[in-house]
């Protein structure tokens, strides 16, 4: 592992509540010296409500059973479940990194390019779209759609938790009782409906090192993430 590159935790297939409070015990609990971690997850199905999140975009939930969790992330209502990959990022951003300490807007940028590369390097491409986090599909008959979503909690200190996740082969139904991310009418999709049909696994593999090639104090090359996908 390079110097200051983020440790990797994999937690397999886990309940939200349970990593939602665990990233919260980790950040209360870490100090200067506490390596960054990403942590690898894919959730049963769950809707997760932002901190300023509007319970009007809860569409039709209550006729399904899929619990509905208040967090302290920012942004609206948002869907993860099974097929998809969840990085949760529990960083310090004020830590030296490439070109000095990140600022919020930065570490967002970053992570959405991590997305973008890992779309490309299965030969989708991906764009972001301007007061909108995530990554949305950039070009044919879905263009538009979203497949990738953002939420992050930075505390007053500069440590970060919550994360990203990108829609790899997922029951697409649960975000349309919702507005995804506030958005009225807004299209969901994921990478098998974009014609990859490919392991979840390798692609959080993938993710994760494109987020450590972004975030590392020491970036590797935009070919380890073409490695991580091929593999």
């Known amino acids: 592992m390079q110097a200051n590159q983020p440790a990797i935790r994999e937690l397999g297939r886990a309940d939200y509540e349970p990593v939602f409070a665990a990233m919260r015990t980790f950040t209360d609990a870490r100090t200067p010296d506490t390596p960054d971690e990403l942590w ?14 509007d319970r009007g975009h809860l569409l039709s939930v209550g006729a399904h059973d899929v619990p509905v969790v208040q967090t302290d992330r920012g942004g609206e209502v948002t869907y993860h479940g099974p097929g998809q990959v969840v990085i949760y990022l529990l960083m310090d951003l004020r830590r030296n990194k490439p070109g000095g300490k990140l600022y919020a807007r930065q570490f967002v ?8 590369d890992v779309l490309a390097a299965y030969n ?8 909108a986090p995530g990554i949305y599909i950039a070009d044919g008959p879905r263009k538009g759609a979203k497949i990738a979503a953002l939420g992050l909690k930075v ?36 990478m098998k409906t974009m014609g990859v049909d490919v392991p979840l696994a390798d692609v959080q593999q993938a993710l994760a090192a494109a987020l450590i090639d972004h975030l590392s104090t020491a970036p590797s090359s935009t070919a380890a993430v073409a490695q991580a996908a091929t593999n």
Not at 109 to 116: C, D, L, R, S, T
Not at 124 to 131: D, I, K, N, P, S
């Open 124 to 131: 989708l491409a991906g764009e972001r779209v301007e007061g």
């Open 109 to 116: 940028h970053k992570i959405e390019q991590a997305v973008i």
């Open 155 to 190: 505390r007053g200190n500069g440590c970060t938790y919550h994360g990203v996740s990108l829609n790899v082969a997922m029951d697409l139904a649960p975000f349309t009782w919702i507005n995804p991310c506030g958005y009225s009418g807004l299209a969901t999709v994921d």
């Open 40 to 53: 690898i997850v894919e959730h049963p199905p769950v809707f997760t409500l932002g901190l300023g999140a």
